[in-house]
Nanobody, 117 residues
Framework: QVQVVESGGGLVQSGGSLRLSCAASGSVFSGYPMNWYRQAPGKEREFVAGISWTDSANYADSVKGRFTISRDNAKHTMVYLQMNNLQSEDTAVYYC??????????WGQGTQVTVSS
């Protein structure tokens, strides 16, 4: 069984920064691909950023240059999402997932990020 827990959300003013954390535990080895998604009210969940087995990162166009995903050097089942220059359109619940296989993806419960203008 795999558990994923996000943390670090909160309320921030426009232009501010937050760092989200995602910790995976259970029957997992280090280095699995992990991703961040977000879901704003009334919208579908969308991809934000992902990090691969080789720690290659990719981003949604809407966050490129502002968000950075990284993996903890010691705890390879923990990833971070550094979010800079936050805007009101970044307000959403942010979810982390861990991809054990195409048929086994573990999701966290999400953490709320609210950006005030």
């Amino acid at each position: 069984q795999v558990q994923v827990v996000e943390s670090g959300g909160g309320l921030v003013q426009s232009g501010g920064s937050l760092r989200l954390s995602c910790a995976a535990s259970g029957s997992v080895f280090s280095g699995y691909p992990m991703n961040w998604y977000r879901q704003a009210p009334g919208k579908e969940r969308e991809f934000v950023a992902g990090i691969s087995w080789t720690d290659s990162a990719n981003y949604a166009d809407s966050v490129k240059g502002r968000f950075t995903i990284s993996r903890d050097n010691a705890k390879h089942t923990m990833v971070y999402l550094q979010m800079n220059n936050l805007q009101s359109e970044d307000t959403a619940v942010y979810y982390c997932n861990l991809v054990v296989s195409p048929n086994l993806i573990a999701w966290g419960q999400g953490t709320q990020v609210t950006v005030s203008s």
